[in-house]
């Protein structure tokens, strides 16, 4: 049974850093990523890594703020968040492909992060 499991999520201020945390279980994956979505909006992508190569893709907004990194040995994949903003609070989801070309097939249950100004 595969299980993607979030952690890290809370309050910080802006310009305050937090760390999330991804631990998959149950199959390998090509690639992992960080998705969110705040109240009222569709869910957007943040950043990915390839599973094998570390190659790393993130959103604009993010760009030079957020960091995603993964651990082979833990099976756990990272999203370091610095320089938050208030417009970055959202649920944030863990998400993992089996195949590079193909969809995001499997979600985890998400972590709230919310920016206070």
């Known amino acids: 049974q595969v299980q993607l499991v979030e952690s890290g999520g809370g309050l910080v201020q802006t310009g305050g850093s937090l760390r999330l945390s991804c631990a998959a279980s149950?199959?390998?994956?090509?690639?992992m990523a960080w998705f969110r979505q705040a109240p009222g909006k569709d869910r957007e992508f943040v950043a990915s890594?390839?599973?094998?190569?570390?190659?790393?893709d993130y959103a604009d907004s993010v760009k030079g703020r957020f960091t995603i990194s993964r651990d082979n040995a833990k099976n756990t994949v990272y999203l370091q968040m610095s320089s938050l903003k208030p417009e970055d609070t959202a649920v944030y989801y863990c998400?993992?492909?089996?195949?590079?070309?193909?969809?995001?097939?499997?979600w985890g249950q998400g972590t709230q992060v919310t920016v206070s100004s």
């Open positions: 998400a993992a492909k089996p195949v590079v070309t193909g969809p995001y097939k499997y």
């Open positions: 149950g199959r390998t994956f090509s690639s």
């Open positions: 890594t390839t599973w094998s190569w570390g190659a790393t």
